[in-house]
């Protein structure tokens, strides 16, 4: 049993979410994933991406899904060519003062309001709320592109959620998502696999959720909704996991190392069932 990391979960997850946003926000202590602190390079990753299924962003109608309230990798994918960006987040939470630092490079697609940045519609669609509920999806067309990094482990809904971002894909549409299976104390990559999900729930889950899915889980989701679903694994950890697999619930392992030890993957989803 590692001390340290009981004590820090306990913190994170009983800390208010209003103070975890604060940190995050201020980049004290939780650190922000590569949409925040590397926007440009985040869409260089989902460009290149797509370039190697044939796909672009060009012309498109693009959904950055979970955009954390700063619009980085909105207008820079505005930049590289994309027609339309629709930035989703469950939570209204803008950053304006990293929104500020895009002034004046992409004035094309942001103005100030009352000292505060606001996307111009002609370009950006804000849509915050639950994606599962129709209210919400109505305020959007078909879009042709959804992109993601490190959100997917975070959603308490995986199913629901992303048969709601299916719904609203168009016929001909894509997904990447990239996703993060670790434990996010990274130093302990597989920590979270030993506690069953009633003392992880009361306990140790942090306030952002990490709702503990493996490869299985997410394949499985992803054929459900996809008629294509291309699941690449990005990085396994083989000699971390078979160091603690003795201590990790059954219901995390399948039996196969190469499949139990994965850890980053990136989804390719394309033609949703409607």
């Given at each position: 049993?590692?001390?340290?990391?009981?004590?820090?979960?306990?913190?994170?997850?009983?800390?208010?979410?209003?103070?975890?946003?604060?940190?995050?926000?201020?980049?004290?202590?939780?650190?922000?994933?590569?949409?925040?602190?590397?926007?440009?390079?985040?869409?260089?990753?989902?460009?290149?991406?797509?370039?190697?299924?044939?796909?672009?962003?060009?012309?498109?109608?693009?959904?950055?899904?979970?955009?954390?309230?700063?619009?980085?990798?909105?207008?820079?994918?505005?930049?590289r060519g994309a027609a339309h960006v629709v930035l989703c987040?469950?939570?209204?939470?803008?950053?304006?003062?990293?929104?500020?630092?895009?002034?004046?490079?992409?004035?094309?697609?942001?103005?100030?309001?009352?000292?505060?940045?606001?996307?111009?519609?002609?370009?950006?669609?804000?849509?915050?709320?639950?994606?599962?509920?129709?209210?919400?999806?109505?305020?959007?067309?078909?879009?042709?592109?959804?992109?993601s990094t490190s959100v997917y482990e975070h959603l308490d809904?995986?199913?629901?959620?992303?048969?709601?971002?299916?719904?609203?894909?168009?016929?001909?549409?894509?997904?990447?998502?990239?996703?993060?299976?670790?434990?996010?104390?990274?130093?302990?990559?597989?920590?979270?696999?030993?506690?069953?999900?009633?003392?992880?729930?009361?306990?140790?889950?942090?306030?952002?959720?990490?709702?503990?899915?493996?490869?299985?889980?997410?394949?499985?989701?992803?054929?459900?909704?996809?008629?294509?679903?291309?699941?690449?694994?990005?990085?396994?950890?083989?000699?971390?996991?078979?160091?603690?697999?003795?201590?990790?619930?059954?219901?995390?392992?399948?039996?196969?190392v190469e499949v139990d030890s994965v850890t980053l993957i990136?989804?390719?989803?394309?033609?949703?069932?409607?």
């Amino acid at each position: 049993m590692n001390l340290q990391y009981l004590f820090l979960r306990l913190i994170r997850h009983f800390l208010p979410e209003a103070i975890a946003r604060f940190l995050l926000k201020r980049r004290w202590i939780i650190k922000p994933g590569l949409e925040s602190s590397e926007p440009v390079a985040a869409v260089e990753r989902y460009i290149q991406t797509l370039a190697g299924y044939g796909r672009e962003v060009q012309g498109k109608r693009v959904m950055v899904f979970g955009y954390g309230g700063r619009f980085a990798v909105g207008v820079e994918l505005l930049r590289r060519g994309a027609a339309h960006v629709v930035l989703c987040d469950h939570f209204v939470l803008l950053d304006n003062e990293r929104n500020l630092e895009l002034l004046p490079a992409y004035e094309q697609y942001l103005k100030l309001e009352q000292n505060e940045v606001r996307p111009r519609g002609e370009f950006i669609t804000l849509l915050h709320g639950d994606i599962r509920e129709e209210s919400i999806q109505a305020q959007v067309a078909d879009v042709d592109i959804v992109l993601s990094t490190s959100v997917y482990e975070h959603l308490d809904d995986v199913d629901g959620i992303t048969g709601a971002l299916a719904k609203l894909t168009s016929l001909q549409g894509v997904h990447l998502h990239f996703v993060d299976l670790r434990d996010h104390y990274f130093k302990l990559p597989f920590e979270m696999l030993k506690y069953s999900e009633s003392v992880w729930r009361k306990f140790l889950n942090p306030t952002s959720n990490l709702n503990r899915f493996r490869l299985p889980d997410y394949q499985r989701v992803y054929a459900k909704y996809f008629q294509k679903a291309d699941v690449v694994i990005l990085e396994r950890k083989a000699e971390e996991f078979r160091a603690v697999q003795s201590l990790v619930r059954p219901e995390f392992i399948t039996g196969d190392v190469e499949v139990d030890s994965v850890t980053l993957i990136s989804a390719i989803l394309e033609e949703p069932k409607k």
